[in-house]
């Protein structure tokens, strides 16, 4: 349970550095999976924590994005790595593509 507490704690820390290294980046969604591997196991208090850690990782998504890219191309890893399509968060490129408008 401390080692769930210490996750939670270094990814909330973590997403208030959108502009950090791709390296650190990349870290910090690995950590966001491992949360989501015990995430039944969570307090309520902690579960809040998560979702606004979250929250502002899809608010800074295109700054994130911008730093991950830089060393990794995103749908690369998820295809290397065999991501779930449920852990949102290596989907920053999607997340941050803008809309087609209409000519």
């Given amino acids: 349970m401390r080692r769930l507490a210490k996750l939670l704690h270094d990814y909330t820390v973590a997403v208030g550095f959108p502009d950090a290294s791709g390296f650190e980046i990349i870290e910090m969604l690995m950590v966001r999976s ?6 039944p196991r969570l307090t309520s208090e902690q579960r809040q924590q998560l979702e606004i850690a979250d929250r502002k990782l899809m608010r800074d ?37 803008e809309p087609a408008t209409a000519a």
């Fill in 61 to 97: 998504a295109r700054r994130f994005y911008q730093s991950a890219q830089e060393i990794a191309s995103l749908p690369e890893f998820r295809a290397e790595s065999g991501v779930l399509p449920s852990h949102w968060w290596w989907y920053l490129d999607a997340l941050v593509e």
């Fill in 34 to 39: 491992k949360i989501a591997r015990h995430e």
